[in-house]
């Protein structure tokens, strides 16, 4: 992947008392937010806080009941088609197919993202190589590691060149050396390419490594925000670590936290490719 220039916005996604609803259950609660060029912000929070809903609502999947947000100075209510052609997703389900190959996934996302053909090869070469899955880009994907396939659905969200790319547990089910793997890709995304990357996790040690910024999301509200070492001081203990910062700022559980439906889809798309 080349070098590639794109204007500078010292925050790139601003929300704007975004609100999401279900009924009378309030998933997102009017949140506040700026994220910076550059930056890899981590949202978290227990299950069920609104992390995925967030990203879903930014990713303009889903439309907020009321406020909105802007990506790149495209609002994602009124400019949804501009917000889309700045960002890329990776959601929390797997997302590559498994009965195609590396190549053919890269192929098809290619053609969905409007690549240019003169360009579409080159492309899908740089892609491979950033996903170190040139060895094994005629197999098929269904026969891959949890990492390999992690890796190929990064790389097929860049090939549009998008600035800003949305994570959603990127690492769930990986093992260390995988997770290692994966922390790497992200991080040479924003050295090299120069992206936001916003990032949801339950490990405390993967948003601590990777994240500028977190904020500490609970029953739809930002409970707190700054930096790993900013929030660690804030609990005004010594040698507190990101795991107490959680538990300080997540007492208090939403009680849909976990609920079968939501464990039952992601473990089975977890062994869908296995
Ligand atoms: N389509 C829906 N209908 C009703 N409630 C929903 C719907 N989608 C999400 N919710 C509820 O909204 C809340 C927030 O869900 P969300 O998936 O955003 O949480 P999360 O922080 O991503 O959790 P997890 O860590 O488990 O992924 C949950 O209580 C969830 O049950
Ligand atoms: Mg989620």
């Given at each position: 992947m080349g070098?590639?220039?794109f204007h500078h916005f010292m925050d790139i996604i601003e929300l704007q008392k975004l609100t999401r609803t279900y009924g009378d259950f309030t998933a997102v609660d009017h949140i506040q937010l700026s994220i910076r060029a550059g930056e890899i912000f981590g949202l978290l929070g227990p299950n069920?806080?609104?992390?995925?809903?967030v990203i879903k609502m930014l990713t303009t999947?889903?439309?907020p009941s009321s406020g909105t947000a802007t990506i790149a100075g495209f609002d994602i209510v009124h400019q949804p088609g501009r917000v889309r052609a700045e960002i890329a997703y990776v959601?929390?389900?797997?997302?590559?197919?498994?009965?195609l190959t590396a190549l053919e996934n890269l192929r098809l996302f290619a053609k969905l993202y409007g690549v240019p053909r003169r360009i579409t090869n080159e492309r899908i070469a740089g892609a491979l190589k950033f996903a170190g899955l040139e060895e094994?880009?005629?197999?098929l994907v269904r026969g891959y590691s949890g990492g390999m396939v992690r890796r190929l659905e990064i790389a097929l969200a860049l090939l549009h060149r998008p600035r800003v790319l949305f994570l959603d547990e990127p690492t769930v089910g990986l093992d260390p050396l995988a997770r290692q793997s994966i922390w790497e890709q992200i991080q040479r995304l924003v050295r090299e390419l120069g992206m936001t990357i916003l990032l949801t996790t339950h490990f405390m040690e993967e948003a601590d490594t990777l994240c500028s910024r977190v904020a500490i999301m609970n029953r739809g509200r930002v409970k707190a925000l700054g930096?790993?070492?900013?929030l660690k001081l804030s609990l005004g203990i010594s040698d507190a670590s990101l795991d107490d910062v959680f538990t300080r700022y997540s007492e208090e559980q939403p009680e849909t936290s976990s609920n079968f439906s939501d464990i039952s889809q992601s473990r089975r798309s977890l062994?869908?490719?296995g």
């Open positions: 070098p590639r220039t069920g806080a609104g992390k995925s809903t999947l889903l439309p959601p929390q389900l797997v997302s590559a197919d498994g009965g094994a880009a005629h197999r930096s790993p070492e900013e062994v869908r490719l």
